[in-house]
């Protein structure tokens, strides 16, 4: 099993500086041309790198700062895949909401093309020596929870087992690969839907669909190790599990225990990102299935509202924690990114700064400099 590049990290994403969204407008209206938006972007992505280094992290993002939405983004690059962006619902009481995006697979699905690579190579291009450049994709499960059967062409695929699966983890291994070829070797992959399989509404909806939320667990966990057995030999490949961040909202909750076997046993990911802010996460007991070389970090700092964590309270929780695992085998970050979103949280710019600060300065009071 591969290791971290420190005891601290962090999910990836970040606000938006103004200047990006502006620029993103702009080209949604045809003024920009997608060249120009392109070279905003990397001023925007130079600027985040210099902010995540000054704060002392090891690895480093570009922020998802070319993305709209963490997971349609790259979804919707893959051959076979149909995404419908979401519509504004105006509620009988006034208020709006974004319906949530649909992901249909309408075709065989394949690895068109690079996803990642070039937006890897430029963030690479800006790292100071010692930093590791880490890739945030979406988790394969996508493709399938979020619709079901339903969601999946039958024409294309008949039978999910094995063909479908199969074909999924082909292409994730590709854009694995392609990004190994550049020089990557660190990917962590946004998974919301184990963690939503631990709230009894969201299990109920993957009954209504035909799912069994007792089994889903166990068939994603074979699906996930589909992808990694196509995993390049020195990459690290992590997983965050999240219960939904959508401008500092949640959409599930529940403790991991229905998902943890799967979830720390069964699945040969190096590193699991587990979101722990708050109670609608439960204690720590099902760390208790973590294996020998596997490293949980213990997403501790909330990144939805600005109050700063104590750290006498973070250091107590991790104590809790290594109750059920050891401590070598725990790390510490945010819970969630600032901005799974274009439209970011309710945090302001230096709330981040503050909150990763806090995660870099606690753990290395815990774990030393490592």
Known sequence: MMQLPA????????????YLLEAREQKAKGEISPQQLREVEDKAISEIVKFQ???GLKSVTDGEFRRTYFHLDF?????????DIPVTIRKPDGTEE??????RV????????????????????????GHTPKVTIPSPTMLHFRGGRAGISREAYPEL????????????????????????RYVQMDDTNLAYLCDEKMREAARQRG????????????????????????????MHLCRGNFKSTFAAQGNYEPVAEALLKEMDIDAYFMEYDDDRSGDFRPLRYLPKGKTVVLGLVTTKFGQLESKDDLKRRIDEAAKYAPMEQLALSPQCGFSSTVHGNNIAVEDQRNKLRLVVETAQEVWGDR
């Open 75 to 83: 979804l919707e690059q893959l051959g076979g895949v149909k995404t």
């Open 106 to 129: 309408i075709d065989k699905v394949k690895h068109a093309k690079d996803i990642q690579k070039a937006d890897f190579e430029y963030l690479k291009s800006q790292l100071s020596p």
């Open 53 to 55: 280094e000054s704060i």
């Open 161 to 184: 087992e094995p063909t479908f699966y199969d074909d999924v983890a082909k292409a994730f291994g590709d854009e694995l690969r392609s990004l190994y070829d550049a020089g990557c």
């Open 211 to 238: 799912d069994d939320p007792n089994e889903l667990p166990h068939r994603y966990a074979k699906f996930i190790n589909k992808v990694v057995a196509q995993k390049p030999q020195g990459m690290l490949l992590a």
């Open 7 to 18: 005891r601290y990290d962090h999910v990836g994403s970040f606000l938006r500086p103004k």
């Open 98 to 103: 974004l319906a949530p995006p649909t992901i």
